[in-house]
């Protein structure tokens, strides 16, 4: 039996997450969540990327937006505004019930992870899904205007500062989801969503002992490219790589996650690579536009796996 570890975050990373959710049985997949996009904001709790992929497998998320959730009112926001209130990151009416929930939850001493399972449980998914720790870690993006929390830079600034570097703060105290780590013991291969390498998967990486205990497992662990052609799929990975001087490139995509890698997944348009990175590779369509490609893109992760595992 298949026992993949998925690490994943934001939205390019969700809609891997529901390919392989559609394939693979509860018992076969589990989602490693980033948080380091956590924070706390009117008083609410936000997991940003768990709430986008509890929207996705739940089959509430918003198509039209691209994150949130479906079918959204925006009564709350519109009288926040009216009273000269903060009201750059957009929450719905909707989407607030679950942080009220989730905040009261933590309040009453629940863990992340414990809230977490309540959160999905109460919407019908079955495969699980749990934040990286339940220890506090915070993406901080270093640019050219100093430093900005991740959420300021992402939504109130929308990527405009020229970024310079990032930082984990609470990453080397934080300690990596006993579920994962307990996981990683039985798993048969990792797979690496196409969440963007600098703030989605390297928060998770940066937990210690997780990246060490992914070594020594010594299985395949395969990352889906999130640079098709030069470009990323979904937010702001190719500027970040051409801000810091790299290359917005697959092929430098592969050579970040460095040694982790046993297999890495290019999309056609990067078809030139194949067989020319120092990694095993495979190429399909990576472009995920319908729950079709979703799905084709999740068979092809997983045929690809099942072909390393079967090589040694």
Known sequence: MRRILALTGGVGGAKLALGLA????????????????????????????????????SGLSNPELGWG??????????????LGGDTWFRLGDRDLALHARRTALLAAGASRTAVTETITQALGIRHRLVPMSDDPVRTIVHTADGAMAFQHYFVRERCAP??????????????????????????SAVVICPSNPFVSVDPLLALPGLKAAIRASGIPVVAVSPIVGGQALKGPTAKMMQELGVPSSAAEVAAHYD?????????HADAALHERLPVATT?????????????????????FVDHLSAAG
């Open 22 to 57: 559609h394939r693979l049985a509860p018992e076969e997949v589990l989602f490693a969540v980033n948080t380091g996009d956590d924070f706390t904001h009117l008083g609410f709790e936000i997991c940003p990327d768990l709430d986008t992929l509890t929207y996705t497998l």
């Open 69 to 82: 959730r479906v079918d959204e009112t925006w009564n709350f926001l519109d009288a926040l505004g009216a």
């Open 162 to 187: 020229v970024v310079t570097g990032f930082e984990f703060a609470g990453a080397e105290q934080a300690r990596p989801n006993p579920v994962i780590m307990a996981w990683l013991t039985t798993a």
């Open 259 to 267: 040694d982790l890698l046993t297999g890495f997944v290019l999309d």
């Open 283 to 303: 190429v399909t369509g990576t472009v995920m536009l319908s729950f079709a490609d979703r799905v084709s893109l999740a068979d092809s992760v997983l045929d």
